[in-house]
């Protein structure tokens, strides 16, 4: 297993995308990458995946039949997203995984589709979340033309030995955290994108718990963290983190000290909670 101490492993799966042209090249293989902080978010997505959705076989039993097929599908497509996202050894792959669990956490919401608030609600998942996933491929896109990888190793290895000194006072090295930013509190349910996650307790409890409570709204967090060298090059990014997440903590408990549903009680509490975690990445520095 990876330390902190541990250079990170790669392990190979298959090559996927490996383009080359006159005066530029683009490389993306399917592969993991395994160090402390890979290990640390699948304990906890592996381990809830498998508590909730033993749960979920028995409470989704009324559903027997072609639903109860349809929201394992769904619960199956998620896992598989979940595990793209955080394992993978490069950009596009997290791409892969964030764009995955945004479909899965739409097919799920709206599994009761014969629910106008569930489908509305869907939906709107799916619409607020298309801002910050434009902000996560503008980000993917200028890390690539500006550092000339997408590659997690290749990046770290270009930040440390400055390869790409001249490029670090160009706009692309400041706007780059600011798009991940906006990636992540898209995701991650954070000021002023958090309105969708409140609606999407309309999906079947064991959905709101895995998805919309434990794992999904977490790969904001996750992206801010594994590209943290990135934040550096441009600190005051990072104040901004720490304010939007302060302000996200303390404007959602204080609107779910106001509900009576205990579903948007607990959708509001995990936005608070959420924007604790933004707070402290913001002033681990």
Known sequence: LATSDAPPERVLLFEWINLAWDGGSFSSNFAL????LTILWMGFVTGLGTLIALYASEYM??????GYARF????????FA???L??????????????GVGFASYWLIGYYYQKPSAVAAAKKAFIVNRIGDLGLALAIYLVWSTFGTVQYNELM???DDGTYAAAYDGWSVQAIPYLLMLAAFGKSAQLPLYVWLPDAMEGPTPVSALIHAATMVTAGVYLIARMYPLFLLAPESLHLVAWVGGLTALLAATIGMAQYDIKRIFAYSTVSQLGFM????GVLT
């Open 33 to 36: 990458y395994i160090d402390s």
């Open 61 to 66: 039993e009324p559903d027997v039949g072609k």
């Open 72 to 79: 394992f599908a769904g619960v199956s497509a998620f896992l």
């Open 82 to 84: 979940m595990c793209c």
């Open 86 to 99: 955080v394992m993978g050894d490069n950009l596009l792959m997290l791409y892969l995984g964030w764009e």
């Open 157 to 159: 290895t270009v930040l």
């Open 278 to 281: 933004f707070l402290g990445l």
